[in-house]
């Protein structure tokens, strides 16, 4: 088992994993529970420093915060596995969370409003209007059609002379107000014409 836990914190924090010496809050870590349940899954090895150091931690005290964290401020709860390991004389408990089928989980601030978050490589980031949209979609039929008008052509003629597009750019070009580019663009990238990506930077949309 020990072997197990070290290819694991070998891998560092990534996309799908993430290391905490322990739980100090749980409406901090509700937004790791949400974001890995919004996207592909992840798991959290808690009692491991961010330096891949083993802390170790109590267990039982760890798994009481990561369940309060998903009863209180997760909507909807998000679904967890847990799992006890032994190393050097330490313990780690490794949290296991599966793509929800209920996405979008939102996680509750500390001004308590409710946002919703993704993974991206190791961070989690807020998402924005047009990911909201593409979960809507994702619960409707795909027989939508879409109409590719001349304001649609002068955006992909941007794309062609530059590297992406910003959701205010795209909203100037488009002449559309932010609830209906946010519309549009989710359009666009169910469709794959268009693909998002999150960046220091901020949103960025690309031709796919």
Known sequence: MSLYIQKLI????????DFK????????????????????????????????????VDPEEEYHMIQGASDLYCKPEVEFRSKVFKIENKTVLEITVLKSTERPHYAKLEDDTWKAYIRKADHNYMVNGVQLKLWEFEKKDHGEELTIT?????VFKYLQENQYITFMR????????????EDTLAKLIRWDILRMDRTDNGWQFTLN
């Open 10 to 17: 070998a891998q560092g924090e990534h996309q799908q994993q």
């Open 21 to 56: 010496q322990r739980i100090d809050d749980s409406k901090k870590i509700a937004k790791t529970l949400v974001a890995f349940a919004n996207c592909s899954g992840g798991r959290i090895l808690i009692g491991i420093k961010d330096n891949g150091r083993i802390s170790g």
């Open 150 to 154: 001349e304001k649609e052509e002068m």
């Open 170 to 181: 795209f909203c100037k070009i488009m002449r559309q107000k932010p609830w209906k580019a």
